[in-house]
């Protein structure tokens, strides 16, 4: 891409991203959710969060992979067990970075 | 400290105390940020924008998703129109969110709201969201709550540019191979298991993971919103068959 259209870049997504992350808070006030709706949306961050998550565990390069090759799967899980066994986000972070690295240099041959 | 908490002794107590709180709770979440940051600064650069370009980005888009995807396609050379349909579905999630914010920030003016949107990102949604959903109508948007988020909001900024800027300035430092971004994802996990609290989250938080992962394959990252909607549905269905559930019981007895 030429500078200027990375320029258009720049302003396009600054629009696009502040537009939308104002949407409601804007238009809230015209129309308002439903109460049922907004309990709902109480569920949306978890939900988001977790969907985040999945497919970068168990996809790899575009094809489901649930295989102890897959480095990111064995960490991950390896986090999930030091999560709910020390409630430490560093601990969480440390074993799971620790699983990843070694198992990216020492790659197990199934 | 009068500059940002104001000159009314008890006023300034409530607001400080609020953003400090903010701070407190995002602070774990920080170092998954600075890293994610940093790797976003580096692939700006290593994907052709100059300096001042990339930390213009940073500075104005405040976003790690939509920078990320946008990066592919501006290496592609791809049309300006399909950059921005990308950002507009990578962006779904925030309608959500600025819906759910939107009791708690309504009592403020046009201008206020652009500012409190433009510090919106999933962490600090999914935290305010998980501590104050629960609070009465009349008690949305109270003082506290608003300087929490305003709290939140300063940690993950200021280390979110600091670390975007190194990145942008050091741009070649770090080998790829690494994978020091899967550490977002490691700060992912620990942060949400906790917020999985009873059986209809649950069911959300499963039906969501799996259909993330079925439906990984769909361009524009549309499948994280298939499976946000699908997890809300999979929640609240539970959450009407356990009340169905307990109102049978409760009358037979």
Same mark, same amino acid.
């Given at each position: 891409?030429s500078n ?7 302003v396009?997504l600054?629009l ?6 104002s949407?409601?808070?804007? +238009?809230?006030?015209?129309?308002p +959710? ?7 949306l109480?569920?949306a961050p978890?939900? =988001? +969060?977790v969907? +985040?998550v ?25 986090a999930?067990?030091?999560?709910l066994?020390t ?13 990843f690295?070694?198992l990216r240099l020492?790659?197990?041959? =199934? | ?11 300034a107590?409530?607001?400080?105390? &609020? ?12 170092? &998954? ?12 650069v290593?994907v052709? %924008?100059?300096?001042? !370009? ?8 405040? #976003? ?5 995807a946008?990066?592919p396609?501006?290496?592609?050379d791809?049309p300006?129109?399909?950059v ?9 999630r925030?309608?959500?969110f600025s ?11 046009i201008?206020?709201?652009?500012l409190? #949107? ?10 305010f969201?998980?501590?104050?959903a629960?609070?009465p ?6 003082t ?6 305003l709290?939140?909001?300063a ?5 979110? !540019? ?7 300035v050091?741009?070649?430092?770090v080998p790829a191979?690494?994978? %020091?971004?899967?550490?977002?994802i ?7 298991l ?6 209809p989250a649950l069911?959300?938080a ?25 997890g ?6 539970t ?7 307990a109102?049978?019981?409760g009358?037979?007895?």
């Open positions: 891409m200027v259209e990375i320029w258009l870049v720049v396009g600054t696009v991203t502040i537009l939308m992350r949407s409601f808070l804007m +238009l809230g006030d015209y129309f +959710l439903p109460e049922r709706v907004q309990h709902g109480r569920y978890v939900c =988001a +969060l969907a +985040l999945t497919p970068e565990l168990f996809v790899t390069q575009g094809a489901f992979d649930l295989s102890i090759t897959n480095p990111k799967l064995v960490a991950g899980l390896a999930v067990v030091v999560t066994t409630r430490s986000m560093i601990a969480a972070m440390a074993i799971g970075m620790l699983t690295t070694l020492l790659p197990v041959t =199934a | 400290m009068k500059a940002l908490f104001g000159s009314r002794p008890e006023l107590r409530v607001r400080r105390e &609020g953003f400090g709180r903010g701070i407190r709770t995002v602070a774990p979440l920080l170092i &998954g940020t600075g890293i994610w940051g940093l790797v976003t600064g580096v692939a700006m290593k052709g %924008l100059t300096t001042t !370009q990339a930390i213009a980005m940073t500075l104005l888009v405040f #976003s790690g998703t939509v920078q990320l946008s990066l396609l501006i290496a592609a791809a300006l129109w399909v921005m349909l990308t950002a507009v579905v990578v962006n779904l925030f309608v959500i819906a759910g914010l939107h009791p708690f920030f309504r009592r403020f003016s201008a206020r709201r652009w409190l #949107s433009y510090f919106m990102v999933d962490m600090s949604f999914a935290m969201l998980s501590r104050f629960d609070a109508r009349d008690q949305r948007g109270t506290e709550q608003v300087w929490f988020f709290g939140m909001s940690g993950s900024w200021v280390v979110w !540019q600091t670390m975007s800027i190194i990145g942008i050091l741009a070649a430092g191979e690494w994978g %020091l971004e899967f550490t977002a490691l700060a992912l996990i620990a942060m949400t906790p917020l999985i609290a009873g059986k069911v959300g499963v039906t969501a993971g799996v259909i993330a992962v079925v439906a990984a394959g769909l361009p524009l990252k549309l499948g994280l919103l298939v499976a946000v909607v699908a809300i549905a999979a929640a609240m269905a959450e009407i068959m356990l009340e169905r559930h109102n049978e019981t009358g037979t007895t």
